[in-house]
């Protein structure tokens, strides 16, 4: 069974600053993906940014980017430029894929709340 | 807006009571899953179709729970003699057949369980 932990429960920023969440995750499989989840305040879930397991290239979305460290099993998000509407949960999550196509739920870290100060 | 629907978006329930979710699916989305959310915890998966088929079912999926998707479009998910500790978000998710691994969420259905 995989794993995820986000061990930051919250983190709060100044605005424009840049922050990075943790996450580390336990998997025996060697294909999977790694995602962020966005889930602003009684509003639904949404997704940040996704990398696949056998890239070696962090992906980046506009702001947001990652630090994949495979070997460390190790997934950060790093924001850049904060904005008052990144105030929100994100969660880590891991799903593993079956190989004839489909995959498994996503299993989810417990969350970090970040909250951006104006 | 086509996205992830859910209903009702709160229930309020006296303990022992049976309640049921529905959720719609982005429109051609041919797998949709289910998952519950605690306060203060992440998305736990529950179940998950592939179509109308039912594939998969987390050990959280007590007998008490059951989930349908008759015709491969909507689901339901009912919860038959409600606990105290069924109190939770339930999130529907649907993803398309060439991009399983990206899921779109609704916006959940709130249980209370007095």
């Known amino acids: 069974a995989q794993t995820v932990t986000q061990s930051q429960p919250e983190m709060s920023v100044q605005e424009a600053e840049t922050v990075t969440l943790s996450c580390t995750y336990d998997?025996?499989?060697?294909?999977?993906?790694l995602f962020w989840y966005k889930q602003p305040p009684s509003r639904q879930m949404i997704l940040v940014i996704r990398q696949e397991a056998y890239k070696q290239q962090n992906a980046t979305e506009n702001r947001f980017s990652v630090n994949f460290q495979k070997a460390a099993k190790s997934f950060s998000l790093k924001i850049s430029d904060s904005q008052l509407g990144d105030t929100a949960m994100y969660f880590c999550?891991?799903?593993?894929?079956?190989?004839?196509?489909?995959?498994?739920?996503?299993?989810f870290g417990k969350g970090t709340h970040l909250i951006i100060q104006p | 807006d086509t996205g992830v629907s859910q209903n009702p978006r709160h229930k309020i329930t006296k303990r022992g009571q049976n309640v049921t979710f529905r959720c719609d699916p982005i429109?051609?989305?041919?797998?949709l899953y289910w998952y519950r959310q605690t306060l203060g915890q992440g998305p736990e998966f529950l179940t998950y179709f592939q179509n109308e088929a039912q594939l998969e079912k987390s050990r959280l999926l007590s007998d008490r729970f059951s989930a349908e998707r008759p015709k491969g479009s909507f689901s339901t998910l009912e919860i038959q003699r409600t606990e105290q500790g069924d109190s939770a978000m339930y999130l529907c998710?649907?993803?398309?057949?060439?991009?399983?691994?990206?899921?779109?969420f609704g916006p959940g259905t709130r249980l209370t369980v007095l």
């Open positions: 429109s051609e989305h041919n797998r």
């Open positions: 999550a891991f799903m593993k894929p079956h190989s004839g196509g489909g995959a498994d739920g996503l299993t």
């Open positions: 998710a649907s993803s398309p057949q060439h991009l399983y691994n990206e899921q779109f």
């Open positions: 998997t025996s499989e060697n294909n999977y993906y």
